[in-house]
């Protein structure tokens, strides 16, 4: 069977380029980049140039890039490094919306004695900005950190993430943003940006598994979570997955040319049009976050009075790929935080699928899946209807 696949916030398919730089790697650059000989060092400037590549791609400089095992290596970095690294601070503030990589860990020091605030959202999705300026006005020396994501990766809806940062940088606090659903796909500029922290994976933008990275402003300083060496300017301790590396800058150049061009705006049309065909098409659904700031990467559809895991199995079974929620939490299917977070009633949430694209996605491939999705959708309402 030929699948549609259609869950590219989950992760996407490497490029060629990327396996092909892994490959060769694997088999001639495999020694240790922290070694003094002629062959540890070529692996060095290989993994120099690579960081290059990611530091052009978000606009940072060489230095403040620190290489991670993923996106969320990054975030946990991001939020434990600097409450390590700000003991007069102890507050951290964040919002339910956002990724398990970032609500988690917060949960986690919430229960270990740390102040977390969690900011209120709007019915849209987007974070409460006079509460943060409230925050901020009345308690701006105690807080360590505000994390908010830039792109929510159940919605694609985007937070006005230069307004957070301008508010945070007035009152001398700490900003970071994962920014996991954003870089690679749209232009990411940090050193125009009220940001002092940002987080990414590669494996989002047609990269490799198990690499991400981590921008720290100059300036910054984070404690390391993870000890036992001096890699990454004694930011993170291990051997350097050179591979990840060399993938992710290869990942991080295609990223750069694609963004020069504008198909953005092709898959930004194509998205609507698939969301305007399948609400003609189909009683009872609705775009979440649709009158919301989205990417174009994301449309997420609640089927009233439906499971998802039904409509995920059927489609499945027909060729479609698309999932519920988040990726990594979608196998417990548990309804969803952040759709409950934003005010969603439970029978649109239990309902709702989570379709995403990337730069390959073909207009080919939508008309196919809307065939499926509405045939799967109609078929699921005629049983409940016979019931």
Not at 169 to 191: C, I, L
Not at 225 to 232: A, N, S, V, Y
Not at 361 to 373: F, G, S
């Amino acid at each position: 069977m030929e699948f549609i696949y259609l869950d590219h916030n989950a992760t996407t398919k490497p490029a060629e380029e990327v396996v092909t730089a892994m490959t060769q790697a694997l088999r001639e650059g495999w020694a240790n980049p922290s070694s003094m000989h002629r062959p540890g060092q070529a692996v060095r400037q290989q993994v120099e140039l690579a960081r290059e590549s990611v530091c052009d791609l978000i606009g940072c400089r060489d230095r403040e890039l620190v290489f991670t095992s993923g996106g969320t290596e990054a975030a946990n970095l991001a939020i434990s490094g600097s409450l390590a690294a700000q003991t007069n601070r102890n507050v951290l503030v964040t919002s339910r919306l956002e990724h398990s990589t970032v609500r988690e860990p917060a949960e986690t020091l919430e229960r270990r004695g740390t102040d977390v605030v969690w900011l209120a959202n709007d019915g849209n999705g987007i974070v409460e900005l006079d509460a943060l300026r409230r925050l901020l006005a009345g308690r701006a020396d105690e807080i360590a950190l505000v994390s908010i994501m830039w792109a929510n990766n159940e919605t694609g809806i985007i937070q006005p993430i230069e307004e957070i940062g301008r508010l945070c940088r007035e009152h001398g606090v700490r900003f970071h943003t994962d920014a996991t659903q954003w870089v690679g796909k749209m232009p990411t500029d940090v050193s125009s940006l009220p940001v002092d922290v940002l987080s990414f994976s590669a494996h989002k933008f047609h990269g490799p598994k198990g690499i991400g990275a981590l921008y720290v402003r100059s300036g910054v300083r984070i404690e390391p979570q993870l000890i036992g060496g001096p890699q990454e300017r004694e930011r993170r301790g291990g051997t350097e997955n050179v591979p990840g590396i060399i993938g992710l800058g290869v990942a991080a150049r295609l990223a750069k040319h694609w963004l020069a061009g504008d198909d953005r705006r092709r898959l930004a049309t194509l998205r609507d049009s698939f969301e305007q065909r399948i609400l003609g098409a189909v009683d009872e659904a609705t775009v979440i976050g649709g009158n919301a700031p989205r990417l174009w990467t994301t449309s997420n559809i609640a089927f009233a009075k439906l499971e998802a895991e039904a409509i995920l199995l059927m489609l499945s079974e027909r060729g479609v790929c698309a999932s519920a929620g988040a990726a990594c939490s979608s196998g417990s299917m548990e309804p969803s935080t952040v759709l409950l977070a934003m005010g969603i009633p439970d029978q649109r949430v239990a309902g709702s699928i989570r379709f995403s694209f990337s730069r390959d996605t073909t207009a080919d491939e939508i008309d196919r899946a809307l065939e499926i999705i509405a045939a799967v959708i109609g078929r699921l309402r005629a049983t409940m209807a016979a019931v």
